[in-house]
Antibody, heavy 121, light 108 residues
Framework: EMQLVESGGGLVQPGGSLRLSCAAP????????MSWVRQSPVKGLEWVAN????????IYADSVKGRFTISRDQATSSLFLQMSSLRAEDTAVYYC??????????????WGQGTMVTVSS | EIVLTQSPGTLSLSPGERATLSCRAS???????LAWYQQKPGQAPRLLIY???SRATGIPDRFTGSGSGTDFTLTISRLEPEDFAVYYC?????????FGQGTKVEIK
């Protein structure tokens, strides 16, 4: 089963920063949009941000705009999420996901195992 | 932003029974932009259906997606033991991709 691999989660104080990484071993990466999705007991599943194939276009949820930055490195098939000015409500499991699409529609067909981010003093 | 409301919150059924899950959108949804996922405890979501009714690779044909406009349905024709899980719908908007709050299918 193909799976993305996230890393970089942990405990951080409010106002702090964290950088998440997502590797795509053996997965076609460069020709797909990629996304970050988070999940918490309070908010459920929440789309965070996505980035196009060549990294020239990024879209963010209003809740993270101006604080989070999504980026990718095609050479290493890696996806990143730089998070700053973190708040308690950013506490969640963060997943990276591949945005599969064909003539019939879109779906996140490959996910990582998730990395936990806890924002607390 | 389109809001997705799933019902019921919990569905209690026995193996072999039929499950019908609903996802209602606050505005009309484009034909290709509705997906369904299954999630089990401790695991990432798994894509079941995309484009309203297309099954993802490897998904058995007991899973069927249907609907149009604002009302969508995921039907599991005969529940297998491994189908007891939480199910989410998702809208792939041009700029935002929202999820429903989920329906838990539990063993009765």
């Amino acid at each position: 089963e193909m799976q993305l691999v996230e890393s970089g989660g942990g405990l951080v104080q409010p106002g702090g920063s964290l950088r998440l990484s997502c590797a795509a071993p053996g997965i076609t990466f460069s020709t797909y949009w990629m996304s970050w999705v988070r999940q918490s007991p309070v908010k459920g599943l929440e789309w965070v941000a996505n980035i196009n194939e060549d990294g020239s276009a990024m879209i963010y949820a209003d809740s993270v705009k101006g604080r989070f930055t999504i980026s990718r490195d095609q050479a290493t098939s890696s996806l990143f999420l730089q998070m700053s000015s973190l708040r308690a409500e950013d506490t969640a499991v963060y997943y990276c996901a591949r945005d599969y699409y064909d003539s019939r529609g879109d779906g996140y067909d490959i996910w990582g195992q998730g990395t936990m981010v806890t924002v607390s003093s | 932003e389109i809001v997705l409301t799933q019902s019921p919150g919990t569905l209690s059924l026995s193996p072999g029974e039929r499950a019908t899950l609903s996802c209602r959108a606050s505005q009309s949804v484009d034909n290709k932009s509705l997906a369904w996922y299954q999630q089990k405890p401790g695991q990432a979501p798994r894509l079941l259906i995309y484009g309203i009714s297309s099954r993802a690779t490897g998904i058995p044909d007991r899973f069927t997606g249907s609907g149009s406009g604002t009302d969508f349905t995921l039907t599991i024709s005969r529940l297998e033991p491994e189908d007891f899980a939480v199910y989410y719908c998702q809208h792939f908007g041009a700029s935002r991709k929202t999820f429903g709050q989920g329906t838990k299918v539990e063993i009765k």
